[in-house]
């Protein structure tokens, strides 16, 4: 059992977790961070992301849904920053402002930041300068993805949601290194079973790590461990309200073989069609995953088959509807429901079009099953925290995707930090 009391303990690294403790480590707080991963050191291969996606521990692929939906999910310092594609768009900003929640300047301190600037343009395939000229022609509109990446540095190898071993764009590990040159303390390979409660209020936790279970004890608890890893802790803790409302941002990629370009040299979601997004809930990106091997998870041997170096692709991601659940043993029921699906085939029609226009063989098209990588609003204000962050429980705060009111159907990363930003504010000023 530890003898120290933290003014504060931050439960995950992510985009949340690791900004709200940079934010309070710089204003001069003790702050305990506790990580259920470890510092992943290689990245940007197949064989890499085995050691962090959540997956079975034998077969090594991702999680699913109870119903099939593949759940991208990594359990790594930096949390699921470190694999995705550095996009970095505002959203949700309407339904926040209907809690009161106004994240203008956190939003523009974030973007400074994080470096925040749409694509370059030198940093476009072959195949992504047809496919935005192919979406023009048929009357959609492809614009440059805002993007957390230095084009100086980056590569354009394509891996980005394998992690960049080249360091090119931002991440929350970045905020984590900065928190711990600060003063901030890290104990990774550390899982928090719940939260320790006295009289209505947290006051510590109590977790698992290969040295054992012990107790460590904090004023103020700030659970950031995700859509998955939060809601379990909270239902743990007696929140058993907290799992429900799930969504995972659903998307299905579309693919296209061509006769003699690809996109292998660009970064992934390098381009966006957004017109589609506010009135009927799904955009379309540039999208191809490298790898055989996810081609055959999110594709079936078909995936496999496909010739990477001739290979375009759209993704189609959506609002989903929140109708998901994740129970206290870590099992997840997700469902593409009736109008998911209606949004899906919308979207996807269009994906193959573009691709067909942009040079695909119309008998090459391939769409996947469908995935989530953007898992939240099991914890969602409104329902399980206040618009301060706060919980039923006194202390006890979140701040990841969890806290989301629904679905954004978009790169949430950058919102998720302002909310952090914000939260660090209030607690400094209580």
């Known amino acids: 059992m530890s003898n120290l009391t933290y003014p504060y303990l931050v439960v995950g690294s992510g985009a949340g977790g690791a900004t709200v403790a940079r934010e309070l480590a710089k204003r001069g707080q003790s702050v305990m961070i506790i990580e259920r991963g470890k510092i992943e050191t290689s990245m940007g291969t197949f064989l890499s992301a085995l050691s962090f996606f959540d ?136 899982t928090v079973q719940y939260v320790l409660t006295h009289n209505g209020q947290a006051i510590g936790v109590a977790v698992k790590s290969p040295q054992g279970e012990t107790e460590i004890y904090a004023e103020t608890i700030i659970l950031a461990a995700g859509g998955i890893g939060t809601p379990i802790i909270l239902q743990k803790t007696g929140i058993t309200a907290a799992g429900s409302n799930l969504f995972v941002d659903l998307l299905v990629n579309t693919y296209g073989v061509t006769e003699d370009f690809g996109m292998l040299n660009e970064p992934q979601m390098a381009l966006v069609d957004l017109e589609h997004h506010a009135e009927q809930g799904f955009l379309l990106s540039t999208y191809i995953n490298h790898p055989r091997e996810v081609r055959l998870i999110e594709l079936g041997f078909e995936g496999y088959t496909l010739p990477a170096n001739r290979l375009i692709g759209i993704m189609t991601k959506i609002s989903d509807e929140a109708s998901g659940q994740v129970f206290a043993n870590g099992t997840v029921s997700k469902a593409v429901t009736p109008a998911d699906q209606e949004k899906l085939r919308t979207g996807t029609q269009m994906a193959r079009d573009i691709l067909i226009r942009a040079g695909a063989r119309p008998d090459s098209i391939r769409h996947s099953l469908p995935q989530g990588a953007h898992v939240g609003g099991t914890a969602a204000i409104g329902r399980i925290v206040n618009s301060d962050l706060m919980t039923e429980i006194d202390n006890l705060y979140v701040c990841d995707a969890s806290v989301l009111p629904q679905s954004p159907g978009l790169p949430p990363i950058l919102t998720i930090v302002a909310l952090a930003k914000r939260l660090a504010h209030h607690l400094m000023a209580r």
């Not at 926040?96 to 470096?115: C, P, Q, R, S, V």
């Not at 022609?137 to 805002?146: D, F, Q, T, V």
């Open 55 to 190: 997956a079975n521990k034998i077969t090594r692929i991702p999680k699913k849904s109870k119903q099939g939906i593949i759940l991208w999910r990594t359990l790594m310092a930096g949390g699921t920053t470190m694999v995705a594609a550095g996009n970095g768009v505002r959203c949700l900003e309407r339904e926040l402002a209907n809690y009161g929640i106004n994240l203008d300047k956190e939003f523009t301190e974030a973007e400074h930041e994080m470096g925040i600037a749409p694509l370059p343009e030198h940093l476009l395939s072959p195949g992504g300068h047809r496919i935005r000229a192919a979406a023009q022609a048929l009357g959609h509109h492809m614009e440059a993805m805002p993007k957390f990446i230095d084009p100086e540095i980056c590569k354009a190898c394509g891996h980005c949601s394998l992690g960049c071993s080249k360091n090119a764009k931002w991440t929350a590990f970045d905020y984590l290194r900065e928190a711990q040159q600060l003063g901030a303390e890290v104990m990774f390979n550390t």
